[in-house]
Structures are given as structure tokens and as C-alpha cells.
């Protein structure tokens, strides 16, 4: 399969350099930062390093869309939620009916776009719990070593993956780059366990301005987790969804992620609070509240805490005015 990232951030850019170092298939990368893609030409690749060490050169091309002329089977989407219609606006000369597109973007919303450019019988969804952050244009750094690394996949119209050779040839190709995938049966229920999660920690450590570790060493980051989970499960329940897990299982994946997996991960949400960007925050634990509402259930710790990041953000570009768009 050959592949082509779009989005060169973090996650993108280690799910692509994965591929092709890992399962020496061809990956393309597609981007719109221009100092990320300037600084990745000078460069002649992108510097990596793995939990802050071990800095070193890998080899990539980077293409903005109006340079890309490759046709590859699967596109890897990984944007952020605000900039995900004017980046694929841009990239819609390039995609082909033939083509296949796999996304495991934080929050919801990003498919029902993909489905404007995708058939949705070629439209893959995944989850993540794989940390990556930027130090700058041309500079990741991934957390966590290759065992500490999940991931599930499933097809957005929830065919099976036994009857499709195209979900197949994906996860052989992320098994291989180390990526662990699991296929999941349940579309919905995949992804609402990892907004369920990012609603914890992205939220909560942005929030402070902390790594994974740094909460789970606080004595009441278990019980915080806890409340949060089981308010979202609650509001699931009533929306019909069948969560992947227990709300104990969610509780014990979110506390091994933070203390053991990743510790040193600042969360993407961290990234763009401290850049002066708006944060996902209303995709995350905002889209909680939404679906309790529309069924008459106040998430009342959800829909504070989403008011809380956006304080936190509003405090943040008043401290730091240099950083304001």
C-alpha cells in the first residue's frame, strides 16, 4: 500500500516515518505549516527523537497540496478539528474514488467531513493512544517506546474487516510499523472510549499545564478521572452508545496511560494552548455535554470543565500577548 500523511504534525508524522521505516512501505507527507515545510526541505527530513532522546535525521518528502501530484491508495489524516475543512478544500484535486482514507483524529466531527470527499464504505476511523508532540517546524518527539504503543481501527459504515482487503492491508502495514492495532466491530463505541479519554487527561493537563505523569501523581488524580468517566459514560448510555470497556477498565487504561505508558506526554491540546491556538476542547468534552443534553442529561462536570479550558485559554493569551493570532 502506499501512503500520504496529511497533516505533518505530531501524530502524522509518526504514524508516516512508522510506515516507512518500520513497514518500508511508501509514505508521502502533505502540509500547509510553510515553516514546518521549509524547515523539513533545509533540513533534508525531520528530526526525530523517542521520549526526548536520541535526536537523529529521517529522510521525507513533504509536499504543500498545491505541489502533490501522487496518487496513493490510503490518505492518513491528522489535523486538528478547526483547520480539517480548509486543509482537505485544499487537498480535494487529489483524491480519487479509488482511494481510501484513515483518520484517528482527537474528537468527533472529522468523519461526517471526510464523507464529503470519501464514499463512506472507504472512510476508516481509529483511535489512538500513541503520545507525539512538535519542539518545532521539523522537530517531533515521540513518547513511548513501541510496546507502549495501541491503537484500534474500524470501517466507518461498520463493514467487517474480514470482508475487506483494503482495512486488512492497513493493519498488517500498522502492525508492522509497531503501531499495535486491534480492528474494533463497534464504530461509535470505538470512539467515544477515546474522546472518553481524552476528556481526562488532554483536558485536565492542558488545563494545568502538566505532563501525564505530573497528574497521575497527584492523589486525587484517580478519583477526578473516575468522576469524569462515569458522567460520560452516563451521558453514552443515554445516547444509545455501547462504550469499548467498563467504566473500571476506562478508569484503569487512563491511569496506566498517564503513570506507566506515557508519563512524560504533554498532550496535543497542551501544544496548541501554549502556541496561542484554540484548543479542541469543544469536540471533546463539549461533544460529552452535547449528547447528554440533546437527552435531557446535564453533564454538569463536562460542560464545566469545558468552560474552565476556555478560561484557561483567555488567561493564557492575556499573559501572553505575543502568542495571540
Not at 203 to 223: K, S, V
Not at 274 to 299: F, H, Q
Request: aromatic share 12%; hydrophobic share 40%.
Amino acid at each position: 500500500m502506499r501512503y500520504a500523511v496529511i497533516g505533518t504534525g505530531g501524530m502524522g508524522t509518526q504514524y508516516g516515518v512508522l510506515l516507512q521505516e518500520e513497514a518500508g512501505v511508501s509514505v508521502d507527507f502533505i502540509d500547509t505549516w510553510e515553516p514546518n515545510i521549509q524547515a523539513i526541505r533545509r533540513q533534508g527530513g525531520v528530526y526525530v527523537s523517542q521520549d526526548e532522546k536520541d535526536r537523529h535525521l529521517v529522510e521525507i518528502r513533504v509536499f504543500s497540496p498545491e505541489e502533490y501530484t501522487g496518487d496513493p491508495d490510503v490518505w492518513i489524516v491528522f489535523l486538528k478539528q478547526m483547520q480539517l475543512e480548509g486543509v482537505l478544500a485544499r487537498c480535494a484535486h487529489l483524491f480519487s474514488a479509488h482511494q481510501s482514507v484513515f483518520s484517528a483524529m482527537n474528537g468527533y466531527g472529522h468523519f461526517e467531513v471526510l464523507g464529503r470527499y470519501f464514499d463512506p464504505s472507504r472512510i476508516y476511523g481509529g483511535t489512538a493512544l500513541i503520545g507525539a508532540g512538535m519542539f518545532g517546524p521539523g522537530d517531533v518527539n515521540f513518547t513511548g517506546d513501541a510496546h507502549a504503543k495501541s491503537m484500534s481501527m474500524c470501517a466507518y459504515d461498520g463493514h467487517s474487516a474480514e470482508d475487506d482487503p483494503v482495512e486488512l492491508a492497513i493493519f498488517r502495514d500498522f502492525r508492522k510499523a509497531t503501531l499495535n492495532p486491534a480492528v474494533a466491530t463497534d464504530f461509535m463505541g470505538m470512539c467515544m472510549a477515546k474522546i472518553v479519554f481524552n476528556s481526562v487527561l488532554n483536558t485536565l493537563c492542558t488545563m494545568y499545564q502538566i505532563r501525564f505523569g505530573e497528574f497521575m501523581r497527584h492523589p486525587g488524580a484517580r478519583w477526578m478521572t473516575e468522576q469524569l468517566v462515569d458522567e460520560a459514560y452516563t451521558a453514552a448510555e443515554k445516547a444509545g452508545l455501547t462504550l469499548l470497556g467498563t467504566r473500571e477498565s476506562e478508569v484503569e487504561t487512563i491511569c496506566h496511560t498517564a503513570g506507566v505508558a506515557h508519563p512524560l506526554h504533554y498532550p496535543s491540546m497542551y501544544q496548541d494552548l501554549t502556541k496561542g491556538r484554540p484548543t479542541e476542547v469543544d469536540y471533546i468534552n463539549g461533544y460529552i455535554a452535547r449528547i447528554g443534553r440533546e437527552r435531557g442529561y446535564v453533564c454538569r462536570l463536562h460542560e464545566f470543565v469545558t468552560q474552565e479550558l476556555h478560561l484557561a485559554e483567555l488567561a493564557f493569551s492575556v499573559h501572553h500577548p505575543q502568542f495571540s493570532a
